[in-house]
């Protein structure tokens, strides 16, 4: 299969702990997305890379939250002291950039904090 | 700041009509316009993409129009079927590929 994958699919985890996401872009895609969605909302922007470069984060992401792109090609998404206001899908997508737009999602990281 | 309004109630329709749904958006020039389609616990999926200089834009039985006066899309689905059944996201490029959504508007098709 080559869309983008996510991985673990769901994590549940105690408030104060940290969890790391993963996500694997389309190969040959240069763009990276991060988003987080709670139930009944429209995806809403985290942060984006171009390549390895984290090009843009969102006001919204507290200084809790870290992203890397280290080599260009997979991405990892930390959280660090959950709260129980981070319970929410985290959803992954990528797009082949040189102006395609188009961006293909992963089935999303569903995080459940207690 | 920009805002993005989709129907936040289901909308239900017969099998074989046309749904109509619709976003808004306040506050912002986009240069183009996407709409997405989201089943239950899965990422959203790619439908359709228009640009601010296209009127519309057609995919088989889906056809997107793109109103940059009233600042408004309107998204339809012919013929509809019971497998046509999701929620409908909206999103709009508001700054180096970068989109914002709509909350969705569920769709819901009668057999």
């Known amino acids: 299969d080559t869309g983008v994958s996510q991985d673990p699919r769901h994590k549940i985890t105690k408030r104060g702990q940290n969890v790391t996401f993963r996500c694997d872009p389309i190969?040959?895609?240069?763009?990276l997305y991060w988003y987080r969605q709670t139930l009944g909302q429209g995806p809403e922007f985290l942060t984006y890379?171009?390549?390895?470069?984290?090009?843009?984060k969102s006001r919204l992401l507290s200084d809790r939250f870290s992203a890397e792109r280290p080599k260009g090609s997979f991405s990892t998404l930390e959280i660090q002291r959950t709260e129980q206001g981070d319970s929410a899908m985290y959803l992954c997508?990528?797009?082949?950039?040189?102006?395609?737009?188009?961006?293909?999602f992963g089935p999303g990281t569903r995080l459940l904090v207690l | 700041s920009q805002k993005i309004e989709q129907n936040s109630e289901a909308l239900n329709i017969q099998e074989g009509k046309t749904a109509t749904l619709t976003c808004n958006y306040t506050n912002y020039s986009p240069a183009y316009l996407q709409w997405y389609r989201q089943d239950p616990g899965r990422g959203p999926v790619f439908l359709l993409l228009?640009?601010?200089n296209e009127k519309e834009k057609r995919k088989e039985r889906l056809k997107v129009t793109f109103d940059t006066t009233l600042k408004q899309s309107l998204f339809h689905i012919t013929a509809s079927q019971p497998a046509d059944s999701a929620t409908y996201l909206c999103?709009?490029?508001?700054?180096?590929?970068?989109?914002?959504w709509g909350a969705g508007t569920k769709l819901i098709i009668k057999p």
């Open positions: 228009i640009r601010e």
């Open positions: 190969s040959e895609h240069n763009r």
């Open positions: 997508a990528s797009s082949l950039g040189d102006g395609e737009e188009t961006q293909y």
């Open positions: 890379f171009q390549n390895e470069a984290q090009l843009e």
């Open positions: 999103a709009l490029e508001v700054s180096n590929y970068q989109l914002i």
